[in-house]
């Protein structure tokens, strides 16, 4: 099936459940977006539409990698490159595993809004510096070097400085399901 036609606005409809994760990791930003509201909100209205967020914005989304380990039966590992334009923006979302997040560029803005979320900054003098434990729905910034272990986070991001930010994302999660939900407003 040649779902970049699809993703692109040939016409077919996508029904409810089609899009699958390796599909969704070809995808990138606001087409991503663009196909999970598409998806999600069907035929359901103007009120459906209303309380789905506007999608991701000045992101794009690269799949390194990926696998599923024999010693994590039902989940897969995937490595991500993700990179947000300045103004750039993913409004609340949710992920359905454990990811660990690197900041290789930039500055960036993470709120947690759920799950655990544990902070280390980079290195000061090659002095480990100790995990802390990230507070909901208090912003913080993160710079290169700077990285997240997160647990079934619901969090939001954005590009809190004047260049890009280049996040190199590895997540272990459940095989066929979404990587990134976008959470309705409330």
Known sequence: ?????RAAGSGAPIRQGELDRRTAARLTGAGLAALLLRSTTGRRGLAAQEATPAGPTGTTTRLVGGGQPASAPGLELTLRRITHTPGGQVPAHSHPGALVIVVEAG???????????????????????????MPIGTEALLTAGDWLFVENPQDEIRNAGEDDVVLLIAGLTRVGEPFTTLMPHT
Do not use: H, I
């Open 1 to 5: 099936m040649d779902w970049s036609k």
């Open 107 to 133: 500055t960036w803005g993470y709120t947690a809004l759920g799950g655990t979320a544990l902070l280390t900054r980079a290195s000061l003098d090659g002095t480990p510096v100790p995990a802390e434990t």
